[in-house]
């Protein structure tokens, strides 16, 4: 992907004050010029939301500096870049849908006012959702697709928001476990604060980016077969039931 700064900025979540200011003390590298225009990449994303997990971490902008300076410092770029990458790559979708705020009712298929509200503070909570001003921005919208699409068989957005809480809740538990593996596995390999050395980068690239293909491979895998498994449960317990309720009333005097 390329990107224009003002493009860069809105990827990243952050201001294109921001970016100047992050280039302008080397935690970012240039763009490429092409004109008087600067053309960013995903390695310049990618590095911005490194510097954006440090500073929630509570270090300055000087301490990003000196870290940063010392692991690129003797070691191949290329693969610093790729360890780098693999830490702060988002998986997860990055499409967003922005209504206004007014109408936000009508996209759930609530017309409820009150219960509307509500269900947007669960969502919020939940991270599909944010609000910006008199803007409403939908981070799932394929999701909130589903939703509707099953409002029309009878269910409630509260029911389906029940849904998808349970699922969270689970799937977050397993994305804990995975990463806690793959940092316990570190840890016990190098110690706490290691970083990889030259020769050391690359692996342990290759090892983070194997690990979350794993944890995505098995959710899906196991969700997609546990899925048919109790569909067919279900399903044969109310055919019986079924059976058993209409010979009874075909018995019937």
Known sequence: MEYRIDDL??????????????????????????????????????????????????????HISDFITGWENGKDLAEVL???????????NDEVVEIPLGMVNEFL??????????????LQALGLARVDGDTCIFTD??????FSSL??????????????????AAVDGIAKDMIGTAKNHI????????????DEVGATTDMLVKMRELAVHSV??????????????????????ALQNRSDRETRP
């Open 9 to 62: 900025a809105h990827a990243a979540g952050t201001t294109t004050r921001n970016v100047r200011a992050y280039r302008e003390r080397g935690l970012l590298p240039p763009p490429e010029k092409r004109g008087r225009i600067g053309i960013y990449d995903d390695v310049h994303l990618a590095r911005l939301r490194l510097i954006d997990l440090l500073l929630q971490r509570g270090f300055t902008t000087s």
């Open 82 to 92: 790729g360890l780098q990458n693999a830490v702060t790559q988002q998986w997860s």
């Open 109 to 122: 298929g609530d017309s409820d006012q009150l219960t509307g509200s509500d269900q947007l503070t669960r």
């Open 141 to 146: 919208p394929k999701l909130l697709s589903g």
């Open 151 to 168: 409002a029309e068989y009878g269910f409630t957005i509260g029911q389906l928001i029940d849904v998808h809480e349970r699922i969270h």
């Open 187 to 198: 840890v016990d390999l190098h110690g706490e604060g290691w970083l990889p050395g030259d």
């Open 220 to 241: 899906t895998a196991i969700l997609a077969r546990t899925l048919d498994e109790n569909l067919q449960n279900e399903l044969g317990d109310y055919l019986t039931t």
